[in-house]
């Protein structure tokens, strides 16, 4: 097997040179403004050890990553009692689609699509303000990452929310039929800022290794969720292309908007990739094809081991 | 750990005095007639060994499992070209839905719902008689299992034959599209007969040992594609109930209408259940259970190790 | 030809002593309280005769019948511009349906479901306040009915302003796709006003005669645009129950959730009709029955007489 | 108001000239070899004239129309029956979709889509062999019309037969949900013959005259269900451009994919008129026009007078 370091280096100079690197976000105007020239890499292992190449300490919106971090709160304070709010299958529809809200009376499909995401930050806001949600959820991403560096950054938030018609409509309609506990605004505006927050590559990957289930990794959560939401990360964390990521990367994994994807090799190590421009699913271009080449490299597919390197 | 005999026998039991088995399928007349009683499972190990409990030695109906090996046959045929024909995303519908093809243009959103299944054996159909593919189709599954003795039942066959309008609706739907290549009468005669192919839980389980990628197993297809098929069965194995297939086993698996499942555990083991009944998605309501408890029993959700194990 | 008022007595004593009046909408606070045991009906004719029975002289909530006087508004002020922001055809879908909205990127059906009425009143508040919008509703409504004495029910429209999260999810859907030119707050504001204004049969009855275009009645709108407004009432003023409509009553109509049904005889007369408990599609239970035997008992239907009448 | 024959030898002569025709029918092999520059236009009378101009002589494929006089025919023999095997709503999608049969579990929304036609001609198969039930359909146009001279084109319904892959769809899937009598082949075959009848301008003008309920026309219907007809034909005799259809021209009308349309002037007239060139949504796109400036120039329509005639 290569070393992880020589794969991470050989994928970083190539991604480079590359021309086609997909288009960046516009529709949210702060992030509009990243440079499309950037990529970042890193690998954080159980050991501690932090591998990465590029960009990889440069802070980016994590955006739809979050809701790996706000699922984890939420199952662990709520339970199993969450899935009456939410489901956890595929949606087979984009990251916005309100077809299936309509159809399925307000339950959003799962917790990754904007709708479900939406509904499990109400669900944890309850009773309290977005302020002290979001210091929870800070909290929360800065132990998993063993680093306090970590912030928000209210622009984004607030040019989100400036923008985040759909977002509302999709809020606005669950609350018709009951799924929202909180006023749209409220859960909106805690949304907004939890998909703000911004973290490095490096802070990312170490942010991630909870999901591991790793000797020596924080443990965030029980074993059995931290199980489950690598599920729903594997069938559901790329919108309508999570068939396709699992299909060249085998791996669990979850992409935001801003560019970056948070990707889990169960009991090995935690991957966090950055390149700000998008392909037509929303989700990194470069970032999947950089971890699709890792996961490659080091035979790391859950589903067995790739032609270069031997089942372990 | 525990030993895998026991965590069998000791699910055959529980299994045995189940009232609640869910409903045996009605709408393929010869099928209704299964004994709803009837529960077996069984373990292929890439050592050789088989480790059963329970009716585990009774031919069933392998139904939709038999898209696995067709799929397999298929991508060794076709290679990467089968994708013009079919998707490889969840579809978030039922197994027999037609609305995506329509919003879709014909092309199915993946090899497992009825529509994509019916386009793979249509690609592979493709200059040759239904007669000569069903004898590759059998061929193939007896070598994966190492068993000859592993038929057709034509009685099932021809009982789908003659209830099957809504697969003739889904196949003449993708002739409309010109998605289809052959008549859809003489696909869905190769269709239905490949669905009719009966084994047993022992047999079922070593003919999915090459799927494993384990050393000593059956080398029927490249080791990139089995990754990807074992991808595709954990994204789209169980229609709409796939996410939560995930969720709760945590493994690649395919299920059929007869009541059988196969499931993959990469680098270890090959497992088929068998129970008629079936759930509200179409899925064995208990052999979805008995696998849940032998993956948790055994630590083999590929998501990371369960509570009762150690991460290996 | 029978009498109208022997008809109109007629069907208000058989509507007195029905017992399946439907139900009253719930979703509107205000609006449930209305007593289900009402019943009026009131004809206007272009001699200035107005003809009524029962509680015709009682004010009740106008809701969707005002989406033709705003539709009548907007057309005279817009002209076929109004087109590119709303459709003109049958939805096939309930009043509320979000579906075509994503599937048609914003742009709803017609002026008459929800979402259309929404985008004619955003279309017509452009640049205006929502008290001066309401005005000219207002001052358009009166000169139509040739009667001051009509007004907006503020109870109800905040009652549904409080409720109202469907219809903001519809607003805010259509702002994100750039179809929506005031906040969705501020054309809410209006759109619940509107809707809130209170008139009787008799008032309702008269305030529709400009859409006869029988010589001696207001002329509100050209007559092009009045035959235009009275097509999409026929083929979709009852929503998803418009092809019924036609099919039983044969003439052009528009129904409110309060239970209110105003109905155009091309030429001849303006019929209103109220009830308060509606059918399973929305609108009035007995409103709908009064006004088919009344249309058949005058052989009104636009597509031919009726077995009780002659050709005329 | 203009004269008759002086508005159809306007029309004609202008649609002489003109270039954007739409497009022929291409899925029809046999349809698509027609001249695109033919025109024809025609107006029964209940007094027996019928005006006319350009090719109205000439028989073309009256296709969808022939739903029109299998809708009477099945009313005829059924009665009220007939609506437990399909709505008649409008469907606001296109004439083959597939969609609503879905949600709806096989009961088409209205006669005048392909699948309610489809289901209609089922109804009236029943028990017969197709040969007879077209025996039935021809007298019956022949009678309306008053002329023996009209029959089925073979070879356009062989064509049809060996492309309706999407037929055959719909019928399999409504098979499927029990909404189908008759082997869907047996059932098609009667279909594809029925849309095959061939007649010009002039007969298809004339047959329509039953549906005027004018005096001294042919009753081929009571008078009731021929006003009903009417209804579905103003809602849904154009697909997803019905209400458009209501919208410019005012009267019920049915289309047919070979490039005719008929319409109803109740109480006066029946118009046919024919141009083989489609717009987008399958409707004759100089017919539409041809039609609407005719309805114009005569003030017909149901929804009051146009501005260049007075009411009546």
Redesign the interface.
Known sequence: MPDIQDSLDRIAADMAGRMDRGEVAHYIPELARVDPARFGIAVALPDDRVLSAGDSTLPFSIQSISKVFTLSIALGRLGDQLWSRV???????AFN??????HEKGRP??PFINAGAIAVTDAILAGHQPKELLGEILRFVRAAAGDDDIHINHAVARSETATG??N???A??M??YGNLINP?ELTLGAYFHQCAIEMSCQQLARAGLYL????GTPRML???R???I???M???GHY?????F??RV?L?GKSGVGGGILCIV??KASVAVWSPGLNKQGNSQLGTEAIERLASDMGW???????TAN??
Chains 1, 2, 3, 4 share one sequence.
Not at 87 to 93: D, L, W
Not at 240 to 244: E, I, L, R
């Open positions: 489901g956890r299958e595929p949606s087979g529809q689609s309100i077809l299936q809200l309509e499909r799962n018609h759909r509302l409509a999709l606005s309609f609350k018709s749209p591991t289930s790793a000797a029980g074993p059995d931290v199980r489950r690598n599920a729903i594997m069938t559901c309508d292309a999570s068939g396709d699992a299909f085998g669990p169960p009991g597919s859950v589903f067995g081991a790739s032609h089942p372990d």
